[in-house]
């Protein structure tokens, strides 16, 4: 995936938990992270690779977001 596809999907997916957060009345307010990889076909990879790759990805980016340095905004 494209970086900009990538940071489209993760801003509007941002903004929607963020209408959420803003429009329910609850004591807590929902958050996300994500992680992804990116398939090449021509450099094939098991499932379970892939998936340990974002997994990695996805804390890693948890990790920035506590110290408020994420590709994804908060």
């Known amino acids: 995936m494209k970086n900009a596809n990538l940071q489209r999907i993760l801003h509007r997916l941002t903004q929607l938990v963020e209408e959420w957060n803003s429009e329910t009345h609850r004591p ?3 958050s996300f992270s994500a992680g992804w990889v990116s398939f090449l076909p021509s450099q094939p990879q098991k499932i379970q690779e892939l998936l340990s790759f974002a997994d990695a990805r996805m804390y890693e980016e948890k990790r920035k977001k506590r110290g408020g340095n994420s ?3 908060s």
Do not use: A, E, N, S
């Open 71 to 73: 590709l994804t905004p």
């Open 28 to 30: 807590y307010r929902l």
